[in-house]
């Protein structure tokens, strides 16, 4: 997948060069006026429809703890390829390329100020999908497989999450998706930052109060990815 680097005023738009990117993209605001939008959840993003382009979701980097006192959103400028929607972007395409259960990225925009910058993402949308969180209880033992199967084909791509917790796994009527790549990491082949996925994933079910009695779906996932079932 091919990228056009565009600039913009206070910065740049990096975009799937078979399209022609405007500002008003990244603006919730204008998708709201044209009534093409809708939230996705706190923290998710927005679900905006680009017309013909497709199904889109544009989501701002926050910053999260501390920091967000002291910088709001704004990250320390480290140059282009350690921006943040700059790196996501680029990891999304070498791991869609690669065929891994990713949505396919559309652009990212970084604005500068001083030291600081602001960014943004635009990846396709998952239709018709609903969060593991959201679904766990009463997922059947086949669906739990196609998790386990998704995240053996994420990692088998050479995918690494930064945070595979189960509302960044999302199920849709014909595909399961890993979502929210932030941070996360194509090219990597280490087993044991592998079993680390698997690792917070399990955490999050507890945290969420999705098991014990999901624990035949767990091995059902586990048995898909070829792990045996420590729990």
Request: proline fraction near 7%; hydrophobic fraction near 45%.
């Amino acid at each position: 997948m091919e990228f056009r680097k565009t600039p913009v005023e206070g910065g740049f738009i990096l975009a799937d060069a078979a399209l022609s990117p405007e500002p008003d993209w990244f603006d919730p605001d204008y998708w709201r006026r044209a009534g093409e939008s809708a939230p996705m959840g706190r923290g998710r993003g927005v679900s905006v429809s680009a017309g013909g382009e497709g199904q889109w979701v544009l989501r701002h980097y926050h910053r999260g703890g501390l920091p967000a006192r002291f910088a709001g959103d704004g990250y320390v400028w480290c140059g282009e390829d350690a921006a943040r929607p700059v790196r996501e972007l680029r990891v999304l395409a070498g791991l869609s390329a690669a065929g891994a259960p990713v949505p396919r990225p559309v652009a990212a925009r970084v604005l500068r100020a001083g030291p600081l910058y602001r960014g943004d993402i635009l990846v396709e949308r998952v239709t018709g999908a609903r969060p593991l969180a959201d679904a766990a209880a009463d997922l059947s033992l086949a669906r739990w497989a196609e998790v386990g199967g998704a995240i053996r084909r994420f990692h088998s791509a050479g995918g690494w999450h930064a945070d595979l917790n189960a509302n960044n796994i999302l199920l849709a009527p014909e595909a399961v998706m890993l979502i929210d790549l932030d941070r996360g990491r194509s090219g990597c082949r280490a087993p044991q930052k592998q079993r680390h996925n698997l690792d917070r994933l399990l955490r999050s079910l507890h945290k969420l109060g999705l098991m014990p009695a999901a624990g035949e779906g767990w091995r059902a996932l586990l048995a898909a990815y070829d792990l045996p079932a420590a729990t």
